[in-house]
Nanobody, 123 residues
Framework: QVQVAESGGGLVQAGGSLRLSCAAS????????MGWYRQTPGKQRELVAD???????NYADFVKGRFTISRDGAKKTVYLTMNSLKPEDTAVYYC?????????????????WGQGTQVTVSS
């Protein structure tokens, strides 16, 4: 059984900050890329940022300079620090984790998603 669980969403005023966390647990062999996506009603889920197991990062243009993604390999956790939040950042934020499992070894990778956490930025 593998779980990916987010925490840290909430309501914040424009210009404020939030930190999201996402922890993976279960029978995991290794964790490759972890990422954060977001989705608003009627729109497709979009990439916010991701980070490889070598800590290479990738950001969407709309968050560059404001958001920072980081990870703690020992804790199997990825973080998203969000600064200078804008009302348009309001969305459900989802964590993704590309995992290999103990059951299958290192040759097959599976993408797991968290349940999502709401971030609301008021103007």
């Amino acid at each position: 059984q593998v779980q990916v669980a987010e925490s840290g969403g909430g309501l914040v005023q424009a210009g404020g900050s939030l930190r999201l966390s996402c922890a993976a647990s279960g029978s995991i062999f290794s964790i490759n890329t972890m990422g954060w996506y977001r989705q608003t009603p009627g729109k497709q889920r979009e990439l916010v940022a991701d980070i490889t197991d070598g800590s290479s990062t990738n950001y969407a243009d709309f968050v560059k300079g404001r958001f920072t993604i980081s990870r703690d390999g020992a804790k199997k956790t990825v973080y998203l620090t969000m600064n200078s939040l804008k009302p348009e950042d309001t969305a459900v934020y989802y964590c993704s984790a590309d995992l290999t499992l103990e059951r299958f070894g290192p040759t097959r990778t599976f993408r797991y998603w968290g349940q999502g956490t709401q971030v609301t930025v008021s103007s």
